[in-house]
């Protein structure tokens, strides 16, 4: 399927509770038209052995690989942001996301995912609230991080 992901990941924004979910982002991780290598270690690699096609797939032997999403998403403070992806493999990754706004970027609380030698694809997801309430600033874009830590052999789709 050539229309999945926001980190093979489909991200999925809701403005209020009352308000129908809209996709921000769709991706295959047929290519890295929306991702870039951000660090020295690992391999970056994209496999014909996706779950719908191609997939992006990392291999890490040390230190953390991060691969971020080269454009920021338009959203509105306080949305709830729905991201969906699959995965399978050897290790474990997380997805970082990040609030940004006139002059600061939040971290949010990160989605940890470990895989134990997964030959089957296994969908994953992660719903939180765009918020800064320490800084006090308003969000108006998202940003994501994903994460590969040591002896990982990931592939993410959808």
Not at 15 to 39: C, H, M, P, Y
Not at 65 to 83: E, Q, R, Y
Not at 88 to 112: D, E, F, I, Q
Request: net charge positive; hydrophobic share 40%; proline share 3%.
């Amino acid at each position: 399927m050539k229309n999945s992901l926001i980190i093979a990941l489909a991200a999925l924004v809701t403005f209020s509770a009352s308000a129908a979910e809209r996709i921000v982002l769709q991706d295959t991780f047929d290519d890295s038209k929306n991702w870039f290598r951000n660090g020295k270690s690992g391999k970056f690699n994209f496999s014909d052995a996706g779950k719908d096609g191609k997939c992006l797939n990392i291999i890490n032997a040390d230190n953390i690989f991060m691969c971020n999403i080269s454009k920021t998403l338009p959203v509105k403070n306080n949305a709830t942001v729905k991201v969906t992806f699959d995965a399978k493999g050897t290790g474990a990754c997380s997805l970082n996301p990040m609030g940004r706004g006139p002059g600061v970027t939040v971290y949010l609380p990160a989605k940890h995912i470990k895989l134990t030698d997964a030959k089957n694809w296994q969908a994953f997801e992660y719903t939180f609230q765009l918020t800064d309430v320490k800084n006090k600033k308003a969000l108006d874009n998202l940003a994501f991080r994903l994460n590969f830590y040591k002896n990982c052999n990931i592939m993410v789709d959808n």
